[in-house]
């Protein structure tokens, strides 16, 4: 799911594209797209876009008519900047929105369909769809404390709740808890005070160096290929690949569609966080260092 060093490319790149430009057609290719039903996706056509902003994970392209288009891409959605009245062909292109220069083309992979687009009225309408996060960039450590610890959650758990931060998601919540040197595990209401400023360090450096790195790949070419493995990342979807400070191999915690990655050494003092599938299929045998792990793998 793009989070938000995507979802601040994405911006970066569509403000240079649809800024100040009229919004001349909303093609819809899906009906399920759509989740509101007024006002309607003609109300907003014909009006120029004065404002692009993000909202937790979701993208707000505000009109002079102050309407709002709000699109949440979920896990598998994902815009295309294309020639302008590009053909919505095959089942993964949802919606085209059409400008002077260019369409802006939203599909999504898979037969899952996720993405979800709203129109809505004014800051109000906007409001209504904010989940409340906190956005991490105008707190200080006070009320970013605060946030996390208003219920006793793995830092996993409190980093990726679109209603305790704003724009975090499973990628992002690896890097900022290696780099905060932090268990996944670890309780927020057991913090230490000096593991609070590692954490709320670690958060704000963390997505100001991916905003910037991915900002700058947008204002040279648009986002086609928004993943959550980039090249660069310290432990998300390097399982099995060296820690970049210690050089230990990652490890990993599946569970449903989602895994978390993490270092062992770097971040639970060589403890094997136990995974759900193997833990319950090695019992008593499921390894609790690095060390008995190792020593598994050579059986």
């Known amino acids: 799911m793009p989070e938000l060093p995507d979802i601040a490319a994405y911006i970066s790149a569509l403000e240079a594209r649809i800024l100040d430009r009229p919004l001349r ?30 909202l937790g994970k979701r993208i ?41 220069d260019g369409s802006l083309v939203l599909t999504e992979a898979g037969t899952k369909r996720r ?24 707190s200080d450590l006070d009320s970013f404390r605060a946030r996390l610890a208003e219920e006793n959650r793995t830092l996993k758990r ?10 975090i998601g499973n990628a992002y919540s690896d890097e900022i808890l290696h780099a905060a040197q932090l268990s996944p595990i670890a309780l927020t209401r057991k913090l ?45 979807g390097r399982y099995g690949e060296p ?6 191999k990652v490890l990993r915690i599946r569970y449903a569609d989602n895994e978390t990655n993490y ?11 136990a995974d759900r599938g193997l833990s319950r299929l090695l ?8 060390e008995e792990l190792e020593a598994l793998k050579r059986r």
């Open 25 to 54: 057609q909303v093609r819809l290719a899906s009906a399920f797209l759509l989740r509101t039903v007024e006002p309607a996706p003609s109300d907003i056509a014909g009006h120029k876009v004065c404002e692009i902003q993000r």
């Open 158 to 167: 409190a980093l990726t709740d679109p209603r305790v931060l704003s724009g």
């Open 115 to 138: 993405a979800s687009m709203h129109i809505v009225r004014g800051r109000e309408g906007l409001d209504s769809l904010d989940q409340g996060g906190l956005d991490v960039f105008s």
């Open 60 to 100: 707000a392209i505000g009109t002079d008519n102050d309407l709002w288009l709000v699109l949440h891409l979920m896990i598998a959605g994902r815009l295309h900047w294309r020639p302008p009245q590009a053909k919505l062909a095959g089942r993964q292109s949802l919606a085209a929105f059409d400008f002077p």
């Open 243 to 248: 820690c970049p400070r210690c050089g230990d």
């Open 263 to 273: 270092c062992a050494r770097c971040q639970t003092a060589g403890k094997v966080l």
């Open 192 to 236: 230490q005070p000096e593991e609070w400023e590692r954490l709320f360090t670690a958060t704000r450096r963390t997505l100001e160096i991916w905003v910037e790195r991915l900002g700058d790949e947008a204002r040279a070419a648009f986002p086609e290929k928004v993943t959550a493995f980039r090249k660069g990342m310290a432990v998300h």
């Open 283 to 290: 019992g008593a045998d499921w390894p609790r260092t690095l």
